[in-house]
């Protein structure tokens, strides 16, 4: 039998168009992603052209920063790609943006429209990937289905 007599797609829902929701979800991961590797991007120029309190420390930072860019970065990529493993790292970003948020919004400073700002993406974003339209273009089933059942 060749590939095209038995074709196996990597999902079950790879035949079709990719919902909506999907996309949103890949859009927000690859923003938050993004929005990593900028900040970290100005501790690194700051730790070179300006004047930190402490070069070490904002070298450090920046590298942690592009370095955790990499997850939501990858998880937008896999749900684009509607890669059914792509969901965890993106929930795990989301739970883990909240309490940033959580501390951004305490501050009492510019901080708080960022906070917002995170709040409702991480939020947004959660409410999409736990949606069961999304966990079906994922092809991911609910516990205790089997693939005769659906």
């Known amino acids: 039998m060749t590939s095209e007599q038995n074709p196996t ?7 079709g ?3 909506g929701r999907l996309t949103a979800a890949a859009a927000l ?7 990593l590797v900028v900040g970290g991007g100005a501790l690194l120029v700051d730790a070179v052209t ?19 860019a990499l997850l939501p970065l990858l998880a937008a990529r896999g749900l684009l ?3 059914s493993w792509s969901r965890g790292p993106a929930i795990i970003t989301q739970i883990m943006a909240l309490p940033v948020a959580y501390t951004l919004l305490q501050a009492d400073s510019v901080a708080i429209p960022g906070g917002i700002a995170l709040a ?3 939020v947004a974003a959660l409410v999409i990937l736990v ?3 999304t966990t079906r273009a994922l092809g991911i089933r609910p516990p205790g289905s089997t693939p005769e059942s659906e």
């Open 131 to 133: 949606n069961p339209a």
């Open 50 to 68: 300006g004047d930190p309190s402490s070069v070490s420390q904002a070298v450090t930072g920046g590298v942690t920063l592009i370095v955790l």
């Open 120 to 122: 409702v993406v991480a």
């Open 29 to 35: 991961a690859g923003l938050e992603g993004a929005a």
């Open 9 to 15: 797609p990597e999902t079950p829902a790879d035949d």
């Open 17 to 19: 168009p990719r919902p």
């Open 81 to 83: 790609a509607r890669k």
